[in-house]
Each structure stands twice: as C-alpha cells, then as structure tokens.
Nanobody
Framework: QVQLVESGGGLVQPGESLQLSCKATGGFFVINTWGWYRQAPGKQRELVASITSGGGSNYVDSVKGRFTVSARNADRAVYLRMNELKADDTAVYYC?????????????WGQGTQVTVSA
C-alpha cells in the first residue's frame, strides 16, 4: 500500500503564508493525480487543489490566486503553497494520491495536518 506523510501545518496570522508537503512511499506505483483536501469543523471535506501527472492543475474558487499546487513526481512529493491566508482557510488539510500498480487503480490519504489562521 502507498503511504502518505504530510508536514508543514501550523498557526499563522491572516495574510501570512504556509507551505504544506506530502511525500509518498510504498514500492513501485504510478502517480496519476495528487490532491489537497481540507475539512473545517462542522463542514464537509472539500477538494482545494489537484495536479495531474502531466502537470495540469485545478483549484477551488476560494483559493484561486492565493494557493499553488506543485509536484515533484521523481521525488514522489506534492506541495501546497498557501499565500494570503484567511481565517476561512482554517482546517485540517489532507493529501490524497490516486495511483495505479499493475493496471489497478487505488488511492491513499495522508494523516492530515492542521492549519489555523488567527490573529
């Protein structure tokens, strides 16, 4: 099974920046799509950003222009650069990877990392 380990969360003030990292381990696998999700208290988990193995990316409207997703597939890692953070960005952020091995598709989730934006 592919395992994901996240890092980089923390407490910041509004307007500041953070970068989240996620690294995958687990033998041979093909990376299909990376995703960053978040879940705030009392809310459903939402997809924040995604990036395909070809480099195409998508963002939820609320973070467009502030967040940037990037991947280094050779290192099996994905990053989420978050600028101009707002209180509404407070949530647990989860890394997701859709991958395949020997033609079978699967997905893995990170453990989650807390991002708190507060003055």
């Amino acid at each position: 099974q592919v395992q994901l380990v996240e890092s980089g969360g923390g407490l910041v003030q509004p307007g500041e920046s953070l970068q989240l990292s996620c690294k995958a381990t687990g033998g041979f696998f093909v990376i299909n799509t990376w995703g960053w999700y978040r879940q705030a208290p009392g809310k459903q988990r939402e997809l924040v950003a995604s990036i395909t193995s070809g480099g195409g990316s998508n963002y939820v409207d609320s973070v467009k222009g502030r967040f940037t997703v990037s991947a280094r597939n050779a290192d099996r890692a994905v990053y989420l650069r978050m600028n101009e953070l707002k209180a509404d960005d407070t949530a647990v952020y989860y890394c997701n990877l859709q991958w395949s091995r020997l033609g079978r598709r699967s997905e893995s989730w990170g453990q989650g990392t807390q991002v708190t934006v507060s003055a």
